[in-house]
T-cell receptor
Framework: DAGVIQSPRHEVTEMGQEVTLRCKPISGHDYLFWYRQTMMRGLELLIYFNNNVPIDDSGMPEDRFSAKMPNASFSTLKIQPSEPRDSAVYFC??????????????FGPGTRLTVT | AQSVTQPDIHITVSEGASLELRCNYSYGATPYLFWYVQSPGQGLQLLLKYFSGDTLVQGIKGFEAEFKRSQSSFNLRKPSVHWSDAAEYFCALNTDKLIFGTGTRLQVFP
């Protein structure tokens, strides 16, 4: 199993540009999570999906952020327009629905975003 | 309120010394608790988890953790630290979603 796949691994963009981060969850996992990690705020949950449906997006910082999951094997997190304060590492994670809350999430390697 | 507290931001130990990383949680029901490790530039890897049964759980890389309901704690331990254990460690509580502590950065001196 390849694990959770994220692309790109690094992204450098200029303020005002659109940024799209991509995630492929582990096959068979019903839940997908997007996190942001910064020095100031630590790990923050942005949004999560169950069976491709967004369940909780209360962590999405503002309307500039949007996430989609068009099918079970692909999700995107889009920032438009990007701002320097969006610079962070963005992680995607997935987990199966079996065992409920007792089952761990599997994390991807992250995308390091730098907005200049 | 649901929360996780890791009181120690940064810990330094000598290689071969024992280690204990503290974690306290606040949750009204049965907690599902996890410890993750993050090496520099990497994602998070699960060390161990607890959700029922024996309150002393064993994990990978020689780590263990003890769940103490009376103290609302889930401290991570290792009897002898290796230089490769230098990383950031996160305690997490699973409700419908993972609530992470702020992390403890472990530095290991030779």
């Amino acid at each position: 199993d390849a694990g959770v796949i994220q692309s790109p691994r690094h992204e450098v963009t200029e303020m005002g540009q659109e940024v799209t981060l991509r995630c492929k969850p582990i096959s068979g996992h019903d839940y997908l999570f997007w996190y942001r990690q910064t020095m100031m705020r630590g790990l923050e949950l942005l949004i999560y999906f169950n069976n491709n449906v967004p369940i909780d997006d209360s962590g999405m910082p503002e309307d500039r952020f949007s996430a989609k999951m068009p099918n079970a094997s692909f999700s995107t997190l889009k920032i438009q327009p990007s701002e320097p304060r969006d610079s962070a590492v963005y992680f995607c994670a997935s987990r199966p629905s079996g065992a409920g809350r007792g089952h761990e999430q599997y994390f991807g390697p992250g995308t390091r975003l730098t907005v200049t | 309120a649901q929360s996780v507290t890791q009181p120690d931001i940064h810990i330094t130990v000598s290689e071969g010394a024992s280690l204990e990383l503290r974690c306290n949680y606040s949750y009204g029901a049965t907690p599902y608790l996890f410890w993750y490790v993050q090496s520099p530039g990497q994602g998070l890897q699960l060390l161990l988890k607890y959700f029922s049964g024996d309150t002393l759980v064993q994990g990978i890389k020689g780590f263990e953790a003890e769940f103490k309901r009376s103290q609302s704690s889930f401290n991570l331990r290792k009897p002898s630290v290796h230089w490769s254990d230098a990383a950031e460690y996160f305690c997490a509580l699973n409700t419908d979603k993972l609530i992470f502590g702020t992390g403890t950065r472990l530095q290991v001196f030779p």
